[in-house]
């Protein structure tokens, strides 16, 4: 199977097959998606056990308990985990999907909140950037603009 995909699409090697091109409102509704676990405009799009099977843990229970929690491709947030993708300070039940260049889609089904980041980049990150604290860090300055912007109109 691997030679057929590597043939039929003319990738060269395993980096390039990783690769999955989308743009930000595409990705952004993947994540409207699930936080309407699979409903759209009234429509069952997709079965809500598929897209409950897939927001939440799905991790070996003996897994360490630093080590993140995964559904379905999606990083979880079960609590705060030292070397989770997901940021400290979002509500449990939130949930996060990334993509090898940086770009993520995070869902926040507390607020009901989509939020996508997006760039170009092809190469690696820059010496001394740090993913984990980045990207941890995304999570946590959308959680906290939007209750910050929230507390705007109480």
Known sequence: MRHLLTHTHGLK??????????????LAYWGYLHLNRGLVNGQQ?????????????????????TLPR????????????????????????????????????????EHRIVAVRMYNQTGPNPPGHDYLEDIKAFGDKVL?????SASLYV
């Open 13 to 26: 090697n395993n980096h390039e097959k990783l690769f999955l091109f989308v743009s930000a409102r595409e």
């Open 45 to 65: 799009l997709v079965p809500k056990e598929v897209i409950e099977q897939a927001t939440t843990n799905q991790s070996p229970a003996n897994l360490g308990a």
């Open 70 to 109: 995964n559904g379905f491709a999606w990083w979880i947030q079960d609590k705060p985990r030292a070397i989770s993708e997901i940021g400290n300070t979002l509500p449990l039940g939130s949930y996060q999907i990334l993509g090898l260049t940086g770009c993520a889609c995070l869902v926040i089904p």
């Open 144 to 148: 906290s603009c939007t209750l910050n």
